[in-house]
T-cell receptor, first 111, second 113 residues
Framework: EDQVTQSPEALRLQEGESSSLNCSYT??????LFWYRQDPGKGPEFLFT???AGEEKEKERLKATLTKKESFLHITAPKPEDSATYLC????????????FGKGTHLIIQP | DGGITQSPKYLFRKEGQNVTLSCEQN?????MYWYRQDPGQGLRLIYY???????QKGDIAEGYSVSREKKESFPLTVTSAQKNPTAFYLC????????????FGPGTRLTVL
């Protein structure tokens, strides 16, 4: 059973068409939830860390929010350069120090 | 220019050979990690180290070994015991085990011929 589930698996948007990516998790005692961006053949690039329900963080066209069961990555007026795979990961309190990752959402922004 | 470097970018291995992947960081981070990424799967933790001369197994440690003799270096050896080693390998570091954010290197793509 997956502890971190991301949806949709793939999303194609027109430039300027806002949308949201979902990350649901089932770990107990969430210590932190992380969003990364990954371009093909590259390592993940850190975007946000969220620690508690109700927390929100923004960076340019991206905004991440957290509830007790899921997180959303909102993309406002996306541009083609926002095309990438977006990864969600969680760290469980009391567990090993590594992160548990979802399978990612592959986002394509068409001009 | 601080960051994490991994080498080589591409690596080819014959069956039965051991190979070592390099990971170096100049961020003065205490903790370092190795993950494996396969198509259609999330990243999976292989090994991690919170401090020099100490490391722990992650979820998929079988067929891999590591060492942490220096703070800035955390090499990963893929041994012949690893049955399906073809994958993209990612190294990460964090300031210490209390600081959760992990920063990743550019990765090494290993292919078994």
């Amino acid at each position: 059973e997956d502890q971190v589930t991301q949806s949709p698996e793939a999303l194609r948007l027109q430039e300027g068409e806002s949308s949201s990516l979902n990350c649901s998790y089932t770990v107990s005692g969430l210590r932190g939830l992380f969003w990364y961006r990954q371009d093909p053949g590259k390592g993940p690039e850190f975007l946000f860390t969220l620690y508690s329900a109700g927390e929100e963080k923004e960076k340019e066209r991206l905004k991440a929010t957290l509830t007790k069961k899921e997180s959303f990555l909102h993309i406002t007026a996306p541009k083609p350069e926002d095309s990438a795979t977006y990864l969600c990961a969680v760290r469980e309190g009391g567990g090993a120090d590594g992160l548990t990752f979802g399978k990612g959402t592959h986002l394509i922004i068409q001009p | 220019d601080g960051g994490i470097t991994q080498s080589p970018k591409y690596l080819f291995r014959k069956e039965g050979q051991n190979v070592t992947l390099s990971c170096e960081q100049n961020l003065n981070h205490d903790a370092m990690y190795w993950y494996r990424q396969d198509p259609g799967q999330g990243l999976r933790l292989i090994y991690y180290s919170q401090i020099v001369n100490d490391f722990q197994k992650g979820d998929i440690a079988e067929g891999y070994s590591v060492s942490r003799e220096k703070k800035e270096s955390f090499p990963l050896t893929v041994t012949s015991a690893q049955k399906n080693p073809t994958a993209f390998y990612l190294c990460a570091s964090s300031a210490d085990r209390r600081t959760d954010t992990q920063y990743f290197g550019p990765g090494t793509r290993l292919t078994v011929l």
